[in-house]
């Protein structure tokens, strides 16, 4: 286990990445026949993981589930051991640990979940006739909670004999309900907090199965996600949750706040490669010489990562050790492993690679002058290296509603991008990067957002004028905003029909590229720009209940367009006002549920992955 002398600092917290729990290297074909040629043998291949997805923590050990090799591992006193387990999963994909040791498998492929006694046999089997797809559990007094993603739903059994007891909550948005439940974990006082993953956030229930409150919320930022996983509460009751959009967990108070996020991978200390399940575990389930000298450490928090090396990365969590040993590890880098979405490394707190932007001289970092600022970041952050910020350079600072402070730097009187980030803070003696505005905007406040706006723009009624509001307050048409986007003025088509060719400023997404950064995927590969296959358009032109069938030529009669046979932004969101086209037709159809209309997608979230995707 390779060890990494960082940490992560929240608001008194710190997390401290140990390394990863990963396989030991396997034998290449040359190194096994030279083995059997001296030796007559071949030495059997390590134990490994493959598709680590889910664990748990029992005692002084870590069982895994692996979901590839079918399996669930013990990892005890540096060992790694494959649990006897009768019957055998056949693919485990949830795991919770009793008081006593007894053992609960959510098993994907068999569609039930099979509780242990702790030797392994077999105590009972839960499952339902219909309409059932486990994705995992959690012990709760004699019960064992099931979360059913094909039913959206907690299923409730008795852990003894396997029947049935009840069930709570159902397919929603409101408070109970659920849209796809998946990892659980019980905490304090048997409160449950479950993984709501289509609805972007954590529920938690008390033992009654009575709803209690919700934590974490849609975005992009620290206590925000994108496609939350799995939850592990700790014994002070703070709660985790990861996060496979972000890549990171997220730590929140028991009340619900955000405490730090950890584990990112674009710089971050500890990084991590598709996480999926996470769990608390004590401080002996490693040995004491792993942890930095002189942390005191309140337990371990684990994460299961899947690509890069699959295994088991760790990390210490004080929230008690406020220690120099801690704070200087803090202030140390860690060098940089693992690029996710970006396909350039991060220069930005990297103290050996200031180059990277400025010309030298010797050691020092020359300026660099104001006319090659802009281009200098934009050699970076053009949208497909590094992330690209949506809000326009080079336009005039000063204007009859836009008063920029005198104190942020411009460029002729002109917008630059350092107008906005000071970025010169990321020079600043052991700087690192921060949890909450990572970004570096002016005079931030992150429970304020739009409070920094208004740092320039004077909040007049119409001084964020919408290219998307195009219908005025008599029911006519703004024409003005329809070039926004358009080439001129479309025809005047409200029939709902795609007609042709519609013109667009800049090719495919690029058109909302221009002000709208990418939010987080459910897809780790994205699907901005991402091309179909032919059976994909061939369930896309299934699912469109006969409005017709797609053409190559742009899939201009569908519900959900495609550009040049690739996923665009407005394939799944409608750039147009409701009530602008006919309600259900091609260019005015809408999602019905209350949360997916609001962010302007075209059919029902479940609805609309199943117009792609099997399941």
Known sequence: ??????????????????????????????????????????????????KPVALAARGNELVICDSALNAV??????????????????KPVGI??????????????AAAVHVYQADGSSQSTLTLKDNFRPADAVFVG??????????????VFDAATGSHQRRIGARGNQRGQFGVPLGMAAGPGDAVSIVDMLNIRVQVFDAGGKWQQMIGRSGDRVGSFGRPKDVAVG???????????????????????????????????????????????????????????????????????????????????????????????????????????????????????CNDCHQMQG????????????????????????????????????????HTPTDWPLNDGRLSCITCHDIQRHCEPNATRPTVNSALLRHHDPDQPMAFCTKCHVPTDDWRLSPHDQIAADGSLRTNTCTFCHVGEPNNNRSGRRLGNAELRADSSDVCL???????????????????????????????????????????????????QK??????HNPHAPGLFPTGSQLGSYATDETDRAIDLRLNRDDLCLSCHLK
């Open 363 to 402: 050691p020092r970092a020359l300026p660099i002058a104001d006319d090659r600022v802009d281009q200098t970041c934009l050699n970076c952050h053009d949208g497909e290296k590094a992330s690209l910020e949506p809000h326009p350079i080079g336009r005039l600072a000063q204007h009859d509603d836009i």
């Open 235 to 353: 014994p002070d009751g703070t709660v985790f949750v990861v996060d496979a959009a972000s890549q990171r967990v997220h730590a929140f108070t028991s009340d619900g706040k955000a405490l730090l996020g950890f584990g990112e991978p674009d710089g971050g200390a500890g990084a991590l490669s598709m996480p999926a399940g996470i769990c608390v575990a004590p401080l002996n389930v490693v040995e004491s010489s792993r942890l930095p000298t002189g942390v005191r450490a309140d337990y371990l928090i684990a994460v299961a990562e899947q690509l890069d090396e699959p295994g088991v990365r760790l990390y210490a969590w004080c929230s008690t050790a406020a220690n120099e040993a801690v704070r200087l590890a803090s202030q140390r880098r860690v060098s940089k492993t693992r690029v996710a979405a970006a396909s350039v490394r991060n220069p930005h707190w990297d103290a050996s690679r």
């Open 1 to 50: 286990m390779q060890q990494r002398q960082a940490a992560l600092e929240g608001r008194g917290e710190y997390v401290v990445p140990l390394g990863n729990l990963s396989s030991r290297r396997r034998l290449s074909d040359t190194e096994a026949k030279l083995s059997e040629f001296f030796f007559g043998t071949v030495p059997e291949p390590p134990l490994g993981f493959v």
């Open 567 to 572: 996923v665009t932004c407005y394939t799944c």
């Open 96 to 109: 919770a640990v009793a008081r006593d040791g007894r053992l609960a498998v959510a098993d994907a492929g």
């Open 73 to 90: 591992f013990a990892f005890s006193g540096g060992k790694l051991s494959q649990l006897p387990l009768r019957p055998v999963p056949q």
């Open 142 to 155: 004699g019960d064992v909670w099931v979360s059913n993603a094909a039913g959206n739903c907690i299923e």
């Open 514 to 564: 221009t002000c709208h950064t990418k939010h987080w995927d459910y897809s780790p590969e994205g699907h901005v720009e991402r091309p179909t296959t032919s059976k994909i358009r061939a369930r896309m032109a299934e699912r469109a209940d006969g409005i017709s069938a797609y053409t190559s030529a742009g899939y201009q009669n569908s519900v959900l367009p495609l550009t040049n």
